[in-house]
């Protein structure tokens, strides 16, 4: 069974200081993984995806996210935080699972918190 | 594009109340989405399309129903309402299941 851990239920950093959020999965095949950040009382909106192709993914408003399939990682990472990226995080795996249907499977969230 | 939108915004139900939650796309998106979300719980599917007149049980179907009768609609359906169904609920789309999935902007729903 495939599932996702995002490893802090909560991250606090200063304006300025890199960001980092940690997300690992469990599958036994070759997953699409996404990042979506929710703003308090908003919809999901999609950072960035991972689909096979390069390793190192680039996403909206500077974050990025490198998969490691050695240590069935995909971290969220931001060189530098700021106020307006105060918000959920939830890494998402999505696996086929046959016949045309796909699993997807949402982390818990990262509430991150950035202190001015 | 207006891209995914759901109403209402809010509403309060009395328990043992029916409503509908309305999710549009304008996308020309096959695959729809309802999920659930609780706080400090994540996401959690609700029921999904892959194309209209086709729908499925996701994690926590009980207490729900759906139907697709265009492929723009997919409306979610509460039937005899429980406190248990407080919640946001959000509606989603993608051009195919391994792709991105767009929201919607939510419905807050409270029984009561």
């Known amino acids: 069974a495939q599932s996702v851990t995002q490893l802090d239920s909560h991250v606090s950093v200063s304006e300025g200081t890199p960001v980092l959020l940690r997300c690992n999965y469990s599958s036994s095949y070759s997953p699409s993984l996404f990042w979506y950040v929710q703003h308090p009382n908003k919809g999901l909106q999609l950072l960035l995806k991972y689909t096979s192709a390069a390793t190192l993914v680039k996403g909206i408003n500077g974050f990025e996210a490198e998969f490691k399939k050695s240590e069935t990682s995909f971290h969220l990472t931001k060189p530098s935080a700021h106020m307006s990226d105060a918000a959920e995080y939830f890494c998402?795996?999505?696996?086929?699972?046959?016949?045309?249907?796909?699993?997807?499977?949402f982390g818990k969230g990262t509430k991150l918190s950035v202190i001015p | 594009n207006a891209g995914v939108t759901q109403t209402p915004k809010f509403r309060i139900l009395k328990i043992g109340q029916s409503m509908t939650l309305q999710c549009a796309q304008d996308m020309n998106h096959n695959y729809m989405y309802w999920y659930r979300q609780d706080p400090g719980m994540g996401l959690k599917l609700i029921y999904y399309s892959v194309g209209a007149g086709i729908t499925d049980k996701g994690e926590v179907p009980n207490g729900y129903n759906v139907s697709r009768s265009t492929t723009e609609d997919f409306p979610l359906r509460l039937e005899l309402a429980a406190p248990s169904q407080t919640s946001v609920y959000f509606c989603a789309s993608s051009r195919q299941g391994y792709y991105e999935q767009y929201f919607g902007p939510g419905t807050r729903l409270t029984v009561t």
């Open positions: 998402v795996v999505t696996l086929y699972s046959g016949a045309g249907s796909y699993q997807l499977t």
